[in-house]
């Protein structure tokens, strides 16, 4: 049956499996299919014409794997490519941003921090999302050197303790009381930025709201899967020890060239 078809999930690297683990969660009849392209990582400081290549590439390995939907679980990658995906191609997309809309919406400060990539930051889609929010003071930080580090594994190091001080520290002081995540790699992070944060900043990211989403698409045009306890597949055309060890040794992971 076409339901029974899969989910197609791709990255620039290992940090959306956050975002199929939400959606996973939600979800967990859905068969997904992960495409982590820690080869080419990041996509943050990357030209928007590589980015799109890089998505339809993407996409296409996805689509020879008869997905369904296919989520694009990169912040950088939907803010510069999806409208190019969306045209080309009949599949649905579902794309990930910043979460600009509840921390703006909720700030008592009317102060909010973005940490993400440049690439999502020089994006003409995040730029017109922030607009709409004048009344608001946006603190945008790049996260220069925080994918790298991730993507090397090195998510507890003291490199990464010192960048998020460095990057965290300026918000802070400027009165923030939201700091959106931008980047599926972030939420990893968590744990960290929690013990540098006041406990009154909330943190948003976009992985539930992701996940929600997907559910809506599905209901309304692509139906559910059938089938009960369906095993994910995980690619990588990188070290699959770094994605296997994020996902707890849990899975399989498939190591490929694409």
């Not at 965290?168 to 972030?186: A, Q, R, T």
Request: aromatic share 6%; with cysteine; hydrophobic share 40%.
């Amino acid at each position: 049956m076409d339901n029974d078809r899969p989910i197609g999930i791709f990255d620039s690297g290992i940090g959306g499996t956050s975002i199929w683990s939400a959606i996973h969660q939600l979800l967990p009849n859905e068969k997904t299919i992960y495409l982590a392209d820690s080869k080419n990582a990041p996509y943050g400081q990357k030209s928007k014409a590589d980015i799109i290549a890089l998505c339809i590439k993407n996409t296409e390995f996805l689509l020879k794997m008869n997905c369904k939907l296919i989520v694009v679980a990169c912040n950088t990658a939907t803010t510069n490519a999806i409208q190019e995906l969306r045209a080309k191609y009949d599949v649905p997309f579902i794309g990930i941003e910043p979460a600009i809309k509840p921390a703006a919406t909720n700030s008592k400060t009317q102060t909010i921090g973005i940490l993400a990539t440049q690439g999502t930051l020089n994006s003409a889609l995040f730029n017109k999302t922030a607009e709409m929010y004048q009344d608001t003071k946006i603190i945008e930080q790049v996260g220069h050197g925080i994918v790298q580090l991730i993507e090397n594994g090195n998510i507890n190091s003291p490199e990464m303790t010192q960048l998020l001080n460095s990057y965290l520290n300026p918000m802070i002081e400027e009165n923030i009381d939201y700091l959106v995540l931008g980047c599926s790699h972030y939420p990893y992070l968590i744990p960290q930025i929690k013990k540098i944060l006041p406990s009154h900043i909330e943190i948003i990211d976009s992985g539930e709201a992701v996940a929600r989403q997907v559910k809506n698409v599905l209901r309304e045009k692509v139906g559910f899967s059938t089938i009960e306890k369906n095993e994910p597949i995980f690619y990588t055309n990188s070290n699959p020890k770094v994605l296997s060890e994020i996902l707890e040794n849990k899975y399989k992971i498939i190591e490929k060239d694409f």
